[in-house]
């Protein structure tokens, strides 16, 4: 049987990471369905680690969320409207026993294609911050998540945080999640904006959408057509092949490829509506 | 050690800090009213409270509890008494495997929000899976903690809407197949084939066995009886674990014991797989050079059903309006909460199976078979069953239990994981079918023409009363004067068909209620006034020539008239794509053309005890409390007197099987008989009339007539069968006449009957469909236990919505919960229930059965209204939105 450790302050969880033999736990909710009776290999527990949990504001004005935070935890914060898309993420992951538990980096680090964190946190163009014993690097989240089931996490890293930046905590965004059913149910597709209006018109659009490509994607076509638009006519400029230019969908249990490509361009048009509300 | 507060009391244990919390909850603490089942996340019956925050026990590091307060159902707080109660009081457990994760789900809430609204009790418990109650009693009851009082059994018994009286365990954490062994139990695993179709070979078992913590490797060679089980017996052929080749993804090669303790391993397990070619469809096993799956069976039909009457070809070419069409189905997977668990050990020179069931003595006498006992040597004794649905009332692990028990002489133990009970057990057959069915002018039914394949998998299970009942039903509950149906299951390599809620029946329905809906179009006539237009009604004929008496269609129908102007009204004047669809039922309650007594006793003790021995497995449906019931009424003592022994084959006589709708109906025709018979016994002792008022007073029985009081002193007189000083023992068996060769003749004695109205919108842009409410309208007979009827409609129509929206099971992909989806708790709409009583003769007290009517108009109901919505016509069920999406692309 393997070992496990808790440590509660990054330095020893650091020390315990080099040699580079750990895995790592955070709220079990991706780990544990895949694991026997007990999870094998040598444990490290990050959810003790002071300054891996919580969402605090950065010196620069932006925000930063710890890799531990739960779900609920990013739900109920207190947050401005732009991360209205993280948070509606947050109470449509699972069922509130999941969102009690898993947390926002392992979500990013379990690197589901359908991982409902990410395309919310592509819009608010969050970086990863990345630590190891030899030091902190930052990662755009696009570099970070580089294929379904792979980060860009060397063997003694671990994910510490996701920062975003100042401007990204510019206007609101929207979540829009596609499930074969209510609750507890993975995307079939699903598409975060994050609109920043001025004058009436869109001055910046943020639009990704997940479970339609191995890796969620922006839509920078869509992003650029939106530019300038009144709420009016934003939905009209969203146009399928513009949202087809960034996705590759694929035929599986739950819809078929075509599908997915119809329901992408539908679900950009309700998330950017529901963002300039 | 790892230390932390249960439940308000200080605890400490020394496990292995990855270990779930499940497993240190129930194996390390003995406190197994958390229930798992899953292990994934996905079912949330294990939910508990860490610091008043609900969690999945199952994903939760022991070490993680370290210093923290968790609770569980066993916990006797404020608002978990307050939810208990009224979970009782709304009939919100049924078969009791979810409840402790509801509850504690419920907690949590309650304790954020004190009075939370529908929609808030709805987001709390979306974590939690229920497969029995459809919901809805659930968030009643949850919004309606006011009151703490646990409600009393009061004195009335039929027509009473008594909480179940096995109600209180349930909301305490009953005790299923993985809840009680006996000490030291060896642990039981199945090696089981990871393909569809294989040759395999052992190599050195010897030296697996010899291996630490290995107790015994048993393979096909050790079994010493005839290595065939089915639930009917001259089709029984599937081996309780296979010789070469393996037929099926997920079928049992070996079965390893470990001992308690250590680490159940099978990796390394000395087997090597050879794949053969699968036939993966009826149509590749139709194949004129198709392999055959069992040598007996040539081009691997295992069995055709028929049903003929009149001259079909000349009544449709005679019809006015004549309608087209074929419907598909997929595998659809029982998903009970709680996957097969029991355990065995011998007593004596009885080897003894405590498991879940829905057919105790079915096990009894299979396990004696595949083992080589006679049956007596064999008892059976249920445990609670955490939902059955058609799957428990084949054996799983009672044979392999009871073969380790046998070789080894030791108790053992054996729970299947949640991938392992979907890959293994049964499923829903998949049906392709098609067919014709025209009217007259004025929109009278004249002819159907049906021809129905069944993909009944590798074995024979229930696939031969699939085919039997779905050419009886096939007519829906209508008129229809010329048929011609045929259905046949055919062999191939997925999983095994069984019985699943309805035989069949349902996915029949599905085409024949779609194809009304065109032929009512085209007839020009409303689409509830047509099928009220082809009802059957008293005296008239069904397909198999039978004479009907007390049909209760025709005022199903016509109770929701108010309903169906109400919804379409709805429809047309609100925004979006609103639909209003309809679809009735019939159901034959009982064995088709077979007999299927049921016994029941009953006695009094000298001490005064009185003793239902009540045979029917209760696998959440209801029968003890309804059996209770009916006994109750017949003989003339409260519900509340009477103190249930079994299901337990040395213990209660035979009930028969937890199946086709006949518990209610033929037990309880048993139980209404030896409640009358007990009472004309006491009532013969003291010469009273049959007017006289019984009570029981201690060890005296107290008769009271207007003029005159009797006592009788039960401890003087003499002694009886089994030990009581009174006692009845009565038999039913439903008056039924077999098929001939056109498949006419009297199949059931009684039938039910029901029809349902779904109003849904649909999305056009994305192919999805929300369900606003439903409508039932169930002709029950009787309503024995009106609370229990409510939630077996909800129930069933919860499983209906599955089939229709949601539901396909595909080996070796969607084998979890996470991937098979069943409906959530934000998936089923208000449900309005409307229930009649046209009296049966033959039922108790006029009652009919009701358990799998409920699931059968639910599906079709839901395709008429998308298509009464947009125009889209949906050909394969589940209508998932890709398809959705087709289909109106289709009708564009
Ligand atoms: C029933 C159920 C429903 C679910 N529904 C959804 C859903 O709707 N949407 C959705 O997106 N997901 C869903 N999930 C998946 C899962 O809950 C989420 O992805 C969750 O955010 C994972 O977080 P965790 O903390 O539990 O991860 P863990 O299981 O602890 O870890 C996941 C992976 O990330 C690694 N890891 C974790 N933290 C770090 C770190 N800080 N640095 C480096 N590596 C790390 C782990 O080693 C592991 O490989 C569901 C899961 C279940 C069981
Ligand atoms: S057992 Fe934990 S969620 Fe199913
Ligand atoms: S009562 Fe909910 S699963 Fe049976």
């Known amino acids: 049987m393997g070992s496990y450790a808790r440590p509660s302050t990054l330095a020893e969880a650091l020390n315990l990471m080099a040699p580079g033999d750990k895995r790592l736990l955070a709220g079990g909710t991706d780990l544990y369905p895949g694991a026997g009776t007990a999870l094998s290999g040598d444990i490290l527990d990050l959810t003790a680690v002071a300054g891996l949990s919580g969402l605090e504001p950065t010196a620069e004005g932006g925000v930063r969320i710890g890799a531990c935070t739960t779900w609920t935890a990013i739900a109920e914060a207190d947050l401005p409207p732009a991360f209205d898309a993280l948070r509606a993420a947050a109470r449509q992951v699972g069922g509130r026993q999941i969102q009690n538990a898993g947390t926002i980096g392992g979500n990013l680090c379990n690197a589901s294609p359908a991982a409902d964190g990410v395309p919310p946190l592509l819009a608010l163009d969050a970086r990863a911050e990345l630590v190891s014993p030899r030091g902190t690097r930052l990662l755009p989240l696009a570099d970070f998540i580089t294929g379904p089931r792979k980060v860009a996490l060397d063997r003694d890293e671990a994910l510490a945080a996701v920062l975003i930046p100042a401007p990204a905590l510019a206007g609101r965004s929207a979540f829009v999640k596609l499930g074969a059913r209510a609750y507890l149910v993975i995307s079939i597709a699903m598409v975060a904006a994050r609109i920043v209006t001025e004058a009436g018109r869109v001055r910046e659009a943020a639009v990704a959408v997940g479970a339609c490509s191995a890796v969620a994607r922006r839509l920078p076509a869509v992003e650029a057509a939106l530019q300038g638009a009144r709420p009016a006519e934003a939905a009209e400029r969203i146009v399928p092949a513009d949202v087809a230019a960034a996705l590759a969908p694929i035929d599986d249990v739950r819809a078929s490829a075509a599908y997915r490509a119809g329901a992408a361009t539908e679900l950009v048009r309700r998330a950017v509506t529901e963002a300039l509300a | ?892």
């Open chain 2, 1 to 892: 050690m790892i230390a932390f507060t249960l439940n308000g009391t200080p605890v400490t244990v020394d496990c292995p800090p990855t270990e779930r919390l499940t497993e240190v909850l129930r194996d390390r603490l003995g406190r197994t009213g958390t229930k798992v089942g899953c292990d994934a996340g996905d079912c949330g019956a294990c939910t508990v409270l860490i610091d008043g925050a609900q969690v999945c026990a199952c994903l939760v590091p022991a070490a993680r509890a370290e210093g923290r307060q968790i609770e569980t159902v066993e916990a006797r707080t404020p608002e978990l008494e307050r939810l208990r109660a009224a979970f009782l009081r709304h009939g919100a457990a049924q078969c009791g495997i979810c409840t402790p994760g509801m509850l504690i789900a419920a907690a949590d809430l309650l304790r954020r929000t004190p009075a939370p609204s529908e929609a808030e009790a709805a987001e709390a418990l979306g974590g939690v899976l229920c497969r029995c109650t459809g919901y809805r009693r659930i968030i009643a009851a949850v919004c309606d903690t006011g009151e703490t009082a646990v409600p009393v059994t009061e004195p009335g018994a039929v027509g009473a809407a008594l909480p179940r009286v096995d109600g209180a365990a349930k909301v305490m954490g009953d005790s299923f197949g993985a809840d009680d062994a006996p000490e030291s139990a060896l642990i039981v695993k199945a090696l089981r084939s990871p393909h569809d179709h294989a040759a395999f070979r052992f190599g050195d078992l010897a030296a697996f066995a010899a291996r630490p913590g290995v107790a015994g490797v048993y393979t096909a060679d050790d079994i010493p009886g005839r290595n065939a089980f089915g639930a009917i017996p001259p089709f029984a052929d599937q081996p309780a674990i296979a010789a070469s080749p393996a037929r099926f993804r997920g079928e049992c090669v070996a079965l390893v014991a470990f001992e308690p303790g250590a680490e159940a391993d099978l990796s390394g397990f000395p087997v090597t797989w050879q794949p053969l070619p699968a036939l993966m469809s009826p149509a590749a096993a139709e194949a004129p050079d198709a392999p055959a799956i069992h040598v007996n069976r040539p081009g691997n039909r295992l069995i055709e059903g028929k049903v003929a009457r009149g001259d079909v070809v000349a009544a449709l070419a005679a019809s006015a309006h004549v309608v087209t069409g074929a419907m598909q189905t997929g595998f659809v997977e029982h998903a009970y909460i709680e996957p097969e668990a029991g355990a065995a050990w011998i007593d004596g020179e009885v080897l003894v199976i405590r498991a879940c069931t829905q057919a105790p003595v079915m096990d009894r006498d299979e396990t004696a078979v595949v083992l080589g006992l006679p049956p007596d040597r064999v008892r059976i004794i249920p445990a609670a069953t955490g939902g059955g649905f058609g799957s428990k009332l084949d054996v799983s692990l009672q044979p392999l239990l009871g073969l380790v028990a046998l070789k080894t002489g030791r108790p053992c133990r054996m729970t299947y994981s949640r991938p392992e009970s979907m890959a293994s057990t049964t499923k829903r057959h998949p049906a392709e079918m098609h067919g014709r069915i025209g009217c007259d002018a004025g929109g009278r039914i004249t002819a159907l023409e049906f021809e129905g394949r069944f993909d009944t998998g590798a074995y024979a299970s229930w696939g031969p009363t699939v085919a039997n009942r779905v050419p009886v039903h096939i007519t829906g509950p209508y008129r229809t004067p010329h048929v011609h149906a045929s259905a046949r299951a055919v062999h191939t390599n997925g999983p095994v068909s069984g019985a699943f809620r309805g035989f069949g029946v349902p996915q029949g329905a599905l085409w024949q209620e779609t194809l009304y809906d065109r032929l009512a179009e085209k007839a020009g006539i409303d689409r509830l006034e047509f099928r009220i237009l082809n009802a059957l009604r008293d005296g008239d004929r069904t397909a198999t020539g039978q004479h009907l008496a007390s049909v209760g269609i025709g005022p199903c129908l016509e109770a929701l008239r108010p309903h169906w102007a109400r919804a379409l009204a709805d429809a047309a004047t609100a925004p979006g794509r609103r639909g209003v669809g309809v679809a009735s039922c019939w159901y034959g309650c009982g064995n088709t053309a077979l007999p299927n007594p049921s016994t029941i006793r009953l006695g009094i003790t000298a001490g005064g005890r009185l003793v239902l021995h009540q045979g029917a497995a209760d696998i959440g449906q209801g029968a003890n409390t309804v059996i209770t019931q009916i006994a109750a009424e017949a003989l003339g003592l409260p519900v509340a007197a009477f103190d249930l022994v079994g299901p337990d084959t040395a213990l209660t006589p035979d009930a028969g099987k937890t199946s086709a709708s006949r518990q209610t109906y033929v037990t309880g025709r048993a139980a209404q008989a030896a409640g009358a018979a007990l009472r004309a016994a006491i009532l013969r002792l003291v010469n009273a009339g049959d007017g006289a008022a019984l009570a029981l007073d201690g060890a005296r029985l107290v008769v009271a007539e207007q003029d005159r009081r009797r006592e009788i002193d039960l401890a003087a007189l003499p002694e009886q069968a089994h030990g009581y000083v009174l006692v009845a023992e009565e038999t039913y068996d439903p008056p039924t006449s077999a098929l001939d060769a056109e498949g006419q003749g009297v199949p059931y004695a009684v039938y039910g009957y029901g029809a349902q109205i779904v109003e849904l919108q649909v999305d056009p842009a994305l192919g999805t469909v929300q369900l606003l409410k439903i409508t039932a309208a169930h002709d029950v007979g009787r309503a024995i236990n009106p609370a229990l009827v409510l939630g077996q409609i909800e129930g069933g129509i919860a499983q209906g919505i599955g089939l229709a929206l949601m539901e396909e099971y595909l080996p070796g992909r969607t084998e979890n919960l996470h991937d098979y989806l069943i409906p959530t708790i934000g998936d089923v709409p208000e449900v309005e229930s409307l229930i009649l009583e046209v009296p049966d003769p033959e039922g108790p007290f006029g009652a009919r059965g009701l358990g799998e009517h409920v699931l059968i108009p639910t599906a079709p109901a839901i395709l008429n209204a998308i298509r009464h919505a947009t125009g889209a016509e949906i050909g394969r069920v589940p209508a998932l939105p890709h398809r959705v999406l087709e289909a109106l692309g289709a009708a564009r």
